[in-house]
Every structure is written in structure tokens, then in C-alpha cells.
């Protein structure tokens, strides 16, 4: 019995400490979405959908804001205002900070939610994902995420032929060819995914409750600035119909809660998309250094 | 629990050391103790179920006390009735009480008397399929005096439940696993590495081969008009691996944590892919089940003697019975029949029981005839296997359909057609694991017998990278469903 003891726990600990070895080499190529896990509590976040992972480069805000932020915001099937991604927020902040900069970006699908009642968070799809079940934001390797929400073979963290990184500051990168029949395409699926999912989905005053709590956190920690990016006005279109008098409700939030309010939406043709939806990494930088100059105005 | 879990990885070593540590001098602890983890390991689904195993062990308990004091024929056969009748029950009720509500109300409303079919909202429990069988052939083996009934209930429970195989067997008899609730358990080494070996080998087919598999089968079976028929016919191929990986795998991981706890339980595959026939296959696939049917169905209709009339009604009453088994739906009725309709010829020819030995015996590479012969039954296994995946017959027959299209020369179009690549490199190399170690056990059984431990230890350790590199998404074993 002792030998077999030994010999299986000693075979357990070799086991334990290569898998552990090889998270701990898991980082921004891995996956989309886990180095945002790993990273330490922050002070200021640029918050949203993948609008704003691949729109909004903290790298460039910073000499607007003059201070780091870090991009903490997922995709729209992860964080749309709710309270899975409140929590997550919460779970991310450092909660001594006073002083921050928050960027929260805004567009009808994060207000909205599919199903027979927009309006029952029990129905909220993200809150069975990693953003509603994680217990930390910011561990190193983050193991509950690896082991549980982890999308692919554990290969792919040591050899990753990516078409996409995380930088440290949370922004995503994303490198699909660009070629215009490539981008064509793309838009096109899109458009034709978005129409489908008019269908389905309506606005949902509970999320935009949880908006308004995401503000009203945010505040107590920093300044707190709305933003809704742009995207082809083809899709634009899209948003218009899902929410027609969108632009009027942030107004009146951005109102009630002092909140300073920028729609980006009406400049699509200055910028490059890669999909109709993301902007192109030249275009991001260009808005972000537009958010950043009204920011530092207000 | 599921073997594949970071739960059972935690479970599996506590029980094992309050087994050999705390419970190892006294045996009735060591059969409370896994009584108690058995129950534990079943409620981590569904503790209300755990019901119907205590039921269910109660009655067949009690049957096997009462068979004991009577010997009257009909009483004996009253309580072998209530036996069977209250495991036969809780399956039908349970599995196929909707399947035969709307069945019934389909014939009628073809017939011109249309009706709604009642349907129960139920979930079928885990296992159920696999634990009232084993306590049925408990009682049957009573009232056939094949066997002492027991008045040990810790040991009769532990039997009825033990969690290694409690929810996808091998479904065992109380002949083999009974009695060795009643003896000393004493831990050998070489029997607790073997069973690791099992174990770590099983993950393998489960967690690499079978879920790997999964998405591809998923993706084909979900969409076939999305893909080429070349596409398709590699889902069907993955589905053969899947199937496999995931049974057998499982069977596997359950012998293995058998043999931790000094019990040994019954093999339930035999290398069924190298199989010349498909009466071979039968021989080789789910040995547990066949051997089942066999002893307690296809021997008392009469087996293979009689008229050919009488062998042809056997046969397929046992192969649809077989399929019925695995599922409430048309599909798998279809499936037993079309096996037992690959199997007559062979049984009318009398050459059901020409590969008896194990294919090319001392032997490193079949016989060019044996070579294509396996081919053959393979194909012709996969063909079968469309019906047992697709949710309808009338899917499988689109899928069939789609299979043999113009597009069966186009190149595969799925989206992640690497992975399809990795994925038929991993199969290959599982294949000639198995292979090679297809006259023992389980392929890694022997495998590196001769070689220094730490070589050992090495290819072991390399296995288990493999596992955790390539292992795809966690989920259920395909016979929990059964």
C-alpha cells in the first residue's frame, strides 16, 4: 500500500504541476476573453460589449485621461448590462479607487434581451457564463476560469496560431484578413445575424436599470462618461429599429445622472470596420483618441 | 458524478482511503462505507432518484428472502413476476411511457380515431437501464436456484448500487459480484496499478477520443444539409469513435475503480472494431448486455435450435429487444433490426461462430482477407450506427441520403478542418494502441510490460498530458441516457 501511495501521489503531483505550469502560460492569444481575468483590481475601465473590446485603446486615452485605464469589456452575449456583469465590475474594481475614469459604452443590444420576457434576469443568458460564475476577476492563473470556461484543447495555450491578442491593458486585437471582399462578407453576415436577431430581441427595462446601478457605482469611485460608438450605418440602421428612441433614453439617463453623454454614430464613413460592427485597429485608435479629447474637454 | 470531473477526482481518493485505512478491518463497514459513497455518488445527479434504488434493491431483496422460504412453484413464480414487474415498471414508466402514449395515439389517428397522446413530464433517472436489469438477474438467478439468495442487506444494497458501475454497468450478475460483497477484499499492488492503467486509459477514450469526436458528430448529425457528403461520412466515422471511445471508455474508468477496491468486475468490450463478422462484433460490443439478453431472453425462447422460423423470431426479437433497450424511439428498434439482419445469414449459414479467437493471433498484421473482412463489418457497423445517432428514422434516412451525393468527392467543409486532421492522427495512433494489445484486457494492459519503470512512468505521464492537452469540452457519457 505504501508504494502505491507514493508512486500514485507522486504521479498526482507530477500531473498537478505540469497543468499548473502550463495555465500559468496562458495569457491574451489564448482566448478572448481570459487574460481580462488575470489582471489585478483597477481603478479605471473602459467598460461595454465587443464594440468597445476592439474599439476603445487605453493605450491611446492615456495621455487624455493621464492616468492608465483598462478595457474590461467582453461581448454582448457576456456583458450586457446586467447583473452578471455588475457583479463582475464590482469583483474587477479596486474598491479603495476615488479618482477613476470610467467609460461605460452604450448601444441598444446591451440594454435588450432575448426571450418571452426581456424583463426576467433569471433568464439572462451571460449569468450561467464565466461572467456570472467566476469568483475572481483578477487571479493569476485564473484556474476557475480555465478549468470551467475554457473554450478549447489546453493545447492552444502552448501553440496558438491566433487571429486575435489581448493586450495587457484589455484591449483586444484582432487580425482578420481585410481584403474588401473578406469585409464584404463579413458585414453581410452580420447584417443578416442582426436582422435574425430583431426577431427575438426586445428592450429590457431591467437591464437598463442595471445600467443605471452600473453608473451610480461607478460614481462613487470616479468620473463616469457614456459613449456609444459608431458602427456602418447599415447596421446602425438595425440598432434603430431594435430601439428607436435610443439615443433620447441615454440622453435623459445621461440627465439624471450628470453623466456626460457622446454618440460617435453619425461619423461611420470617416472610419474602417472589419465586420460592419468592429472598428479596424487605425479607426480605433482614431476613436479613441476622439473619446479622449472630449473627455479631457469636459 | 461523472468520471471525467474534477468531483470524481476528488471523491474517488477520499473513498479510497476511508476503504483500505479507516474500514479495512471490518468487512460490513467496508460494504457500508461503499454502500454510502454509492448513494453519494448517485444523489450528486439527482438525490430524489435514489428512491427507486432503494425500492428497487427492497423488492429484489425481499423477493430473494421470500424465494428462499417457499418452494412452492407458484409462489416462487409470483415473486419472480413481482420482481420483474416492478423493474420493468420503473423502466417503463420512466423510459418508454410516452414513447408508447404518443406511438398509440399515431396508429390510432392513422387508423381515422385520432386522439392526443398523454405525455408525462419526467426526466428518465440516470442508470435506470443498467440497475434494474443487474437486480433482475439477482432474482432470476434465485428462482432458477443458480444461486443462495442473501440475507446481507448492506451487502445486497452495495451490490444493487456500487457506484463504479452503477450508471453504465457492465451491468454485472450476482453470480460474479455478489459473493465478493462477502469476502476479505485484500489490496495487491499490481491489482490497484492495473486498475489506474484502466483507469488513465478509459479517460483517454472518453475525454480525447469520444468528445473530440462529439463536435464533429454533433455538427454533422445537427446540419447535414450544410455539409458535403464527404463531411458526412466522416461524422458517421466519428460517430463509430465516439460511440466507442465513450462506452467503452467508460466501462474502462468502472473496471478500473473496481479493481482499487479489490473487486472485479466483468470485461464489456473486446476490441469490437477488429471484428470479421458482425457475429464477432456482437461477441465483442457491450458484452455485458449481449451475454444479458442472452442468458435471460434468447436461451429461454429457445435460442438457436428449432425450425429456422423459430431462429429468425429469435433473432429478432432479441436484436430489436436490444435496440428498444437503449432508447424510447423508433430509431433504435430500427437499428436492432437492421443487426439482426446483417447476423441471419451468418446463423442460418452456421457461420456465426467462425472468429472465435482474436483476429490474427501472434500474429503483427492481418491477413489480407481478415483485413477486409474487418473493413467490411465496420462499414457496415457504421451504416447502423446512423440510425442509433439520428433523432428520427426519418433524419437518418436524410442523412443517409445526403451521405451518398455527387458531394462525396468534394473536400470536407468544416470549419475547423485542422482539428479533423489532429483529431484522425489521435485516432490512428488509439487504434494501433488497441491493436496491439487486442489479445489481453485493455490495449494498455501489457503495453511496455518489459520496459524499466521509469519508461513506464514516462509513457504514462506523456498519456495524461495528452488527456489534459487534447481532452475536449467535459460532458456526459452517451449511455447515461440509457
Not at chain 1, 213 to 224: A, C, Q, R, S, W
Not at chain 2, 196 to 210: N, P, S, T
Not at chain 2, 269 to 284: K, L, N
Request: proline share 4%; with cysteine.
Amino acid at each position: 500500500m505504501k508504494k502505491f501511495l507514493i508512486e500514485s501521489s507522486l504521479f498526482a503531483v507530477a500531473i498537478i504541476a505540469s497543468v499548473y505550469f502550463v495555465f500559468l502560460q496562458a495569457d491574451g492569444k489564448s482566448d478572448p476573453f481570459y487574460s481580462r481575468t488575470t489582471t489585478p483590481k483597477q481603478s479605471s475601465l473602459i467598460l461595454g460589449t465587443s464594440k468597445a473590446a476592439q474599439g476603445l485603446m487605453p493605450e491611446v486615452l492615456k495621455p487624455y485621461l493621464r492616468k492608465d485605464s483598462y478595457n474590461f469589456s467582453f461581448t454582448v452575449a457576456h456583458s450586457p448590462f446586467g447583473p452578471a456583469y455588475l457583479s463582475a465590475i464590482e469583483k474587477k474594481l479596486e474598491p479603495q479607487s476615488k479618482d477613476g475614469v470610467f467609460i461605460i459604452t452604450v448601444d441598444p443590444w446591451s440594454i435588450s434581451s432575448d426571450g418571452a420576457d426581456p424583463n426576467n434576469e433569471s433568464q439572462f443568458g451571460e449569468s450561467k457564463s464565466f461572467m456570472g460564475t467566476l469568483p475572481s476577476f483578477s487571479s493569476k492563473p485564473n484556474i476557475s476560469y480555465l478549468l470551467n470556461n475554457y473554450g478549447d484543447n489546453y493545447i492552444k495555450i502552448l501553440w496558438n496560431f491566433s487571429l486575435m491578442q489581448v493586450h495587457t491593458d484589455g484591449w483586444l486585437e484582432v487580425f482578420p484578413p481585410m481584403d474588401s471582399a473578406s469585409v464584404k462578407n463579413r458585414t453581410a453576415e452580420n447584417i443578416l445575424e442582426q436582422k435574425l436577431k430583431l426577431k427575438s430581441y426586445k428592450f429590457s427595462e431591467t437591464r437598463f436599470e442595471y445600467l443605471k446601478k452600473t453608473i451610480k457605482l461607478l460614481k462613487n469611485h470616479g468620473k463616469v462618461y457614456l459613449v456609444r460608438l459608431p458602427v456602418d450605418h447599415r447596421i446602425a440602421e438595425i440598432e434603430t429599429e431594435l430601439l428607436p428612441d435610443f439615443d433620447e433614453k441615454i440622453e435623459e439617463l445621461a440627465k439624471t445622472t450628470s453623466v456626460p453623454y457622446l454618440s460617435l454614430m453619425n461619423s461611420d464613413t470617416k472610419f474602417t470596420f472589419t465586420d460592419g460592427i468592429h472598428l479596424y485597429r487605425d479607426s480605433a485608435k482614431e476613436v479613441s483618441a476622439e473619446v479622449g479629447e472630449w473627455i479631457s474637454k469636459q | 458524478m461523472l468520471f471525467n470531473s474534477i468531483d470524481f477526482a476528488i471523491f474517488l481518493p477520499i473513498v479510497f482511503l476511508l476503504y483500505w485505512f479507516v474500514a479495512n478491518k471490518n468487512l460490513k463497514l467496508q460494504n457500508f462505507l461503499l454502500l454510502v459513497a454509492s448513494y453519494v455518488f448517485y444523489a450528486w445527479w439527482d438525490w430524489r432518484f435514489l428512491s427507486l434504488i432503494v425500492f428497487s434493491s427492497a423488492v429484489d431483496y425481499l423477493v430473494g428472502i421470500g424465494l428462499s422460504k417457499t418452494e412452492k412453484k407458484q409462489s416462487r413464480k409470483a415473486l419472480l413476476l413481482l420482481s420483474i414487474f416492478v423493474n420493468l415498471g420503473f423502466l417503463g414508466f420512466f423510459k418508454y411511457f410516452n414513447f408508447f402514449s404518443e406511438s398509440f395515439a399515431e396508429a390510432f389517428t392513422l387508423l381515422g380515431h385520432p386522439f392526443e397522446a398523454s405525455r408525462l413530464n419526467i426526466i428518465l433517472p440516470v442508470g435506470i437501464s443498467f440497475y434494474t436489469f443487474q437486480t433482475m438477474s439477482y432474482s432470476i438467478d434465485v428462482y432458477r436456484r443458480k444461486m443462495e439468495p442473501t440475507k446481507d442487506v448492506v451487502a445486497f444494497f452495495s451490490f444493487v448500487s456500487f457506484f463504479p458501475q452503477l450508471v453504465a454497468g457492465p451491468i454485472e450478475r450476482a453470480t460474479n459480484l455478489l459473493p465478493q460483497f462477502f469476502r476479505k477484499r485484500k489490496f495487491e499492488y499490481a491489482v490497484a496499478m492495473d486498475g489506474l492503467r484502466q483507469i488513465l486509459w478509459g479517460l483517454f477514450k472518453k475525454m480525447v477520443i469520444a468528445d473530440n469526436c462529439a463536435q464533429f458528430v454533433n455538427l454533422a448529425f445537427n446540419n447535414p444539409q450544410d455539409y458535403t457528403a464527404s463531411s458526412l461520412a466522416i461524422g458517421v466515422v466519428f460517430f463509430a469513435f465516439q460511440i466507442y471511445g465513450d462506452f467503452s471508455g467508460y466501462s474502462d474508468i468502472a473496471i478500473g475503480t473496481a479493481k482499487l477496491f479489490g473487486f472485479n468486475l466483468m470485461k464489456n468490450f473486446s476490441y469490437p472494431y477488429f471484428s470479421r463478422d458482425i457475429a464477432e462484433f456482437w461477441r465483442r460490443w457491450h458484452i455485458s448486455l449481449s451475454t444479458w439478453f442472452r442468458d435471460y431472453v434468447y436461451i429461454p425462447l429457445g435460442g438457436s435450435r428449432g425450425s429456422n422460423w423459430l431462429k429468425v423470431r429469435n433473432i429478432f426479437i432479441i436484436f430489436i429487444v436490444s435496440g428498444f433497450w437503449h432508447g424510447a424511439n423508433w430509431t433504435f428498434i430500427f437499428w436492432g433490426a437492421l443487426n439482426a439482419l446483417y447476423f441471419l445469414p451468418l446463423l442460418l449459414l452456421k457461420r456465426n461462430r467462425q472468429h472465435i479467437e482474436v483476429v490474427a493471433k501472434d500474429r503483427l498484421l492481418p491477413s489480407i482477407a481478415d483485413f477486409f473482412k474487418i473493413l467490411l463489418t465496420f462499414t457496415i457497423t457504421c451504416f447502423a450506427w446512423i440510425f442509433f445517432r439520428a433523432n428520427s428514422l426519418s433524419s437518418a434516412f436524410e442523412y443517409i441520403s445526403l451521405l451518398f451525393s455527387e458531394s462525396i468527392f468534394d473536400a470536407p467543409n468544416f470549419l475547423a478542418l485542422n482539428k479533423v486532421y489532429v483529431l484522425s492522427f489521435l485516432i490512428v495512433g488509439f487504434l494501433m494502441l488497441e491493436w496491439k494489445g487486442r489479445e489481453t484486457n485493455y490495449a494498455l494492459e501489457s503495453f511496455g510490460e518489459s520496459w524499466p519503470k521509469p519508461a513506464k512512468y514516462a509513457f504514462y505521464y506523456s498519456l495524461a498530458m495528452l488527456i489534459f492537452f487534447f481532452g475536449g469540452k467535459e460532458q456526459a457519457f452517451i449511455y447515461f441516457q440509457f
